[in-house]
Every structure is written in C-alpha cells, then in structure tokens.
C-alpha cells in the first residue's frame, strides 16, 4: 500500500493510465475486426477503406507503447495480404 504522498499520487496515476490504455487496446481491436468482417463478406473495395482507416490507428497505438511495434507491423502485414487475396 502506498504511504507517502508521491506514492499515493503514482497510484492514482496508475489506475487512470490502466483504463486508458486498455479503452485504447480495445479500439485497437475493433478496427482490426471491423478490416476482417469486411474481408469475410469478399468485398474488396470496402476492405481496403476499413484497412485505411486502421492503418494510423495501429501505428499510433504502436508510437504510444499501447501495443507494441512488432504487434503492430505483424497485424498490418496479415491484414493487408488477407485484403489483397480479395482482389486477386
């Protein structure tokens, strides 16, 4: 349990930090199942604006340190080669 006041402090920090960072995850998860559900229909057109719009979001969250660089670049990846399996 925390007992001076800059640990109390860095406790309250914490709390905030760790809702914030799991809404951020969590935003980060829906756009990646929203590229995927319009994968599954076999629209290529509507999967590649959904795959646009995810793009700076998993950069972003990757540059914040919500997830990390590697998760990031290897979502991409299997993102885009499931979109462009739809065009070919």
Do not use: C, E, H, W
Not at 38 to 62: C, E, F, H, R, W
Not at 63 to 88: D, E, F, Y
């Amino acid at each position: 349990m925390a007992n001076s006041a800059g640990s109390k402090k860095r406790a309250r920090q914490a709390v905030v930090r760790r809702a914030r960072n799991a809404s951020m995850r969590s935003m980060v998860r829906t756009y990646v199942k929203k590229v995927f559900a319009q994968i599954q229909t076999g629209n290529y057109v509507d999967a590649s604006k959904a795959l646009v719009v995810a793009q700076p979001v998993l950069d972003g969250m990757a540059r914040k340190g919500i997830i990390t660089k590697a998760k990031a670049g290897r979502t991409m990846s299997r993102l885009n080669a499931s979109v462009k399996a739809l065009q070919a």
